[in-house]
Nanobody, 123 residues
Framework: QVHVVESGGGSVQAGGSLRLSCLAS????????MGWFRQAPGKEREFVAA????????DLVDSVKGRFTISRDNTKNTVSLQMNSLNPDETDDYYC????????????????WGQGSQVTVSS
C-alpha cells in the first residue's frame, strides 16, 4: 500500500496558477501509478491526470491539456500537478491517488486516496 497526502490547494483568481503536491509513503513509490482526480459536491469524481511509474508518460483529460502538468520525483516520493490558467469551473476538491494500471482514467483502478485538497477559483 501507498499512503498519500495532498498539499498546495487554495484560492486563486481566474487565470491564475496553483501547484498541488502529493507525498507518498509505504510501498516503494516507483512501483505505483499516480493520478489526480477532482470532485465537486454532488458530482462524480473526475479524472484529471495520470503519470506512469517512471514518469516518462502522462495522460491528461482534454480540458486541461496545455494548462496542467503532472510530474513525479521518485527520489522524493512526490507527485505534483501544476495548474495554470485556472477557471472558476475548476473549483473542486482535488485528490491524489495511487494505482497499478496505466493508462487508466477510472477511479476504480486506483487503490489509495488522499484526503483531498480544496481549490477555489474566483471570477
Amino acid at each position: 500500500q501507498v499512503h498519500v497526502v495532498e498539499s498546495g490547494g487554495g484560492s486563486v483568481q481566474a487565470g491564475g496558477s496553483l501547484r498541488l503536491s502529493c507525498l507518498a509513503s509505504g510501498r516503494t513509490f516507483s512501483t505505483v501509478v499516480m493520478g489526480w482526480f477532482r470532485q465537486a459536491p454532488g458530482k462524480e469524481r473526475e479524472f484529471v491526470a495520470a503519470i506512469n511509474r517512471g514518469g516518462s508518460c502522462t495522460d491528461l483529460v482534454d480540458s486541461v491539456k496545455g494548462r496542467f502538468t503532472i510530474s513525479r520525483d521518485n527520489t522524493k516520493n512526490t507527485v505534483s500537478l501544476q495548474m495554470n490558467s485556472l477557471n472558476p469551473d475548476e473549483t473542486d476538491d482535488y485528490y491524489c491517488a495511487s494505482g497499478y494500471m496505466y493508462p487508466s482514467r477510472s477511479p476504480r483502478t486506483y487503490e489509495e486516496w488522499g484526503q483531498g485538497s480544496q481549490v477555489t477559483v474566483s471570477s
